[in-house]
């Protein structure tokens, strides 16, 4: 029998009252990938900064590779932007022999414009980049801006919990249903036999992905039940969790007995995913919003007296905006 997976996980602040429509259209909700690190300016990778509306990031890789007559695991990126939205992000394509030689652009399309180029030494692997930057807009926000205003005052101040994104576990779990098969299939029966199971599915890392970071929301969830998220318990340098895997991270005792508890159910888990050959990681519970500010607009919508809330903030690597914005109002997608 395939095991339930609940996606309510408690809020820090309690759950919020207020409502907006979220993505009613593209541009509200827009991301810029900041990089971190200058380009070496030669190289055998060729960098090109591509805003894309409406279409996902490994769209983009196969169009470049097509373009470019290269594989498409000649195409590097930092991370997967959101579809239905507005992107900038970074692409390097693998072109060796090629020189200084000016290389072709891919012309513009309604989906897609390069912005810039240049070159470089290496090629861009997941999580490379430093942060990314959102502007994004709430609209017809139904609630009490005074209420508002305090929550956001609030997550500027504490941050919020650093939950991995629903987005990571599919649409309505699918993700966790799968990783549950594979664990068992591709690890389970070959633990006991001490080999692997050979062919694994080209989804194997998403469905591993999704499960691990499952357990660790898991553990941040009983955290904030339990008043303890925010600051570290003792012994702990900072307030972390398990990204779970081979090794021992050397936790204080207050921290094993509330990991323990957690994930005991989840033995099963952790023992293929050990097996599989993860090395186990610490993530940090907290999330904090670098340069978070608001403003207020007026609603478009004609004799609405709702207002629009136009966010901006930059996360490191790894956050979800959506972590933020689900600890300030409930949001309804179009």
Known sequence: MSRQFSL????????????????????????DEELGFPFSEEGEHLCLQIEKRG???????????????VDEVAIGYCGLKDRRAVTRQ?????????????????????EYEVLSSARHHKKLRRG?????????????????REAMESRLQQVVEQGV??????????????????????????YGSNRQRGRRKQGSSPKGGLYLSAARSYLFNLVLAERIRQGCWVS?????????GPLWGRGRSGEPAAVREIEEAVLSPWQDWMNSMEFSGLKQERRSLVLHPDGLSWQWFA????????????????????????SVLRELTQLQLL
């Open 8 to 31: 309510d996980f408690p809020f820090s602040l309690g759950l919020p009252t207020a409502t907006a429509l979220f993505r009613s259209e593209l541009e509200d909700f827009q991301v």
């Open 55 to 69: 279409e996902n990031t490994r769209w983009i890789a196969l169009l470049l590779a097509q373009f470019y007559g």
């Open 90 to 110: 970074w692409f390097s394509v693998h072109l060796p022999n090629t020189g200084d030689a000016k290389l072709p652009e891919l012309p513009a399309a309604p």
């Open 128 to 144: 490379m980049h430093e942060a990314n930057r959102f502007l994004i807009r709430l609209r017809q926000l139904q609630g009490d």
């Open 161 to 186: 919990p650093n939950y991995f994104g629903e987005q990571r576990f599919g649409i309505n779990g699918g993700n966790l249903l799968e990783a549950d098969r594979l664990l068992e299939e591709q």
């Open 232 to 240: 570290p318990l003792e012994g702990e340098e900072k307030p972390a």
């Open 299 to 322: 609603s478009e919508e004609s004799g609405n007296d709702n207002m629009d809330l136009e966010l901006s903030f930059a996360l490191p690597s790894g956050g979800y905006a959506t």
